[in-house]
């Protein structure tokens, strides 16, 4: 289920951005609503990122906070939602495979190596299909889905550091991270909030703030509880089909033969990274 509320979350966050609020809101959304609902668990448990300190917090916060929901909205307005599924979720496994040898330790592996590989394969063959055909600003916006699974990576790497249980996780990256940038957001940010029908507005925060910021990392934690790390990675590569899915049921999106070819090779290369860990 986790994994269907991800595949979803990229084709409406595009019609979100693209129709009735800016890439603010939707981080404030998908941020803030998360903060106000655990700022309990944060006084309860600390702010402190467990075993990767006061750093681990900076980095949590500077990266699948309010950041990264800045990235993912402004690259949504350049680049389509199919496209953020694959260069996301599809490079981030390999990323945090490659930050975890080089700063944890962790042991490579041939099987973690070509599942890197792989994924940097099939990412290439999407990405030279879709910038042929990119509008103005697409490159920009294949940039940021780079820079927001670094984001991933980097937050993936420090949550083993800090060895913080996931909903102390999310009650640290959200809370820290909108102190940080909600005022930054009042003085400078664009908005519409006060603008759309509340309906929308409750509809929005919903989405992006519960089942974006909340449910779906419960679930997705709750997985690897039950199922362990190993197969819930597995199920973790069918997110970038579900969002090219949604992204066509939703936004009328398609993918030409090349980037489909490239979908199955990323694919592929997210299950050979976790068979290798």
């Not at 940080?180 to 919903?206: D, T, Y």
């Not at 909340?214 to 579900?242: D, E, N």
């Amino acid at each position: 289920m986790a994994m269907v509320f991800w595949g979803a979350w990229f084709p409406l966050s595009r019609l979100s951005v693209t129709e009735s609020i800016t890439p603010e809101d939707l981080a404030i959304l998908r941020v803030g609503v998360p903060a106000a609902l655990l700022l309990p668990v944060a006084l309860r448990l600390g702010f402190k990122a467990g075993k990767a300190g006061w750093w681990g917090t900076a980095a949590m916060a500077g990266t699948i906070g309010i950041p990264f929901a800045l990235v993912l909205g402004a690259g949504l307005l350049h680049a389509p939602a199919a496209h953020a599924a694959i260069f996301i979720p599809g490079t981030f496994p390999a990323l945090t495979a490659l930050l975890g040898i080089l700063l944890l330790g962790e042991r490579a592996g041939a099987l973690r190596l070509a599942g890197v590989g792989l994924t940097a394969a099939g990412v290439g063959l999407t990405a030279v299909s879709a910038l042929g055909d990119a509008p103005p600003g697409g490159l920009g916006g294949y940039a940021l889905f780079h820079l927001g699974a670094w984001m991933w990576a980097i937050y993936t790497v420090t949550a083993r550091k800090a060895e913080v249980s996931p909903l102390h996780a999310a009650a640290i990256l959200s809370t820290v991270s909108t102190a940080a940038f909600l005022p930054l957001f009042l003085l400078f940010g664009e908005s519409r909030l006060l603008e759309i029908p509340f309906a929308s507005l409750a509809w929005q925060a919903f989405v992006h703030g519960i089942l974006g910021g909340i449910v779906s990392i419960w679930l997705y934690s709750h997985a690897i509880g039950v199922l362990g790390a190993g197969r819930t990675g597995v199920f973790a590569g069918l997110v970038p089909g579900l969002g090219a899915l949604f992204s066509a049921l939703l936004l009328g999106e398609s993918l030409a033969w090349p980037e489909l070819a490239g979908l199955a090779v990323v694919t592929a290369g997210i299950v050979t990274v976790q068979a290798g860990r």
